[in-house]
């Protein structure tokens, strides 16, 4: 089996634009898109398939979410360990755990995945939504 070299995707906060914030209710946070590449998050999450990221979102336990890990961005699920450090935990047991400070350590929250080409083939991961990936 071939594995691939994981590609650095530098994840930045946009500079808020000030007027616009001021007459608006919304949090602040940005919506961002990316296409998950390799196989660390199979089988939940497939090659190929794009992902929808709320920057700044606070993360829970259990969360999809983009971390801050050996100076990269990478994707991954936001895990508590048994002694009350935190993780973050590829799906693919191929991968190991990356242990991060906490929670400071993570960029943003997947809200939901779509295959590309599809339009009914959307899977939210936040409460309000029960719609799945078909």
Request: hydrophobic share 35%; glycine share 8%.
């Amino acid at each position: 089996m071939h594995t691939r070299k994981p590609i650095n995707i530098p994840v930045v906060s946009a500079t808020p634009q000030e007027d616009a914030m001021t007459d608006s209710s919304c949090s602040g946070t940005e919506m961002t898109a990316l296409m998950v590449l390799g196989d660390s998050m199979e089988p939940e999450f497939i090659e190929g398939e794009i992902i929808v990221i709320e920057m700044g979102a606070p993360a829970t336990d259990g969360a999809f979410v983009i971390g801050w890990a050996n100076e990269e961005a990478i994707f991954r699920q936001l895990k508590r360990d048994g002694q009350g450090g935190w993780r973050l935990h590829a799906l693919n047991p191929a991968y190991p755990d990356i242990a991060i400070s906490g929670p400071d350590a993570i960029r943003g929250v997947i809200t939901h995945k779509k295959k590309p080409g599809s339009r009914k083939s959307v899977k939210y991961y936040d409460e309000p939504h029960s719609a799945s990936l078909t």
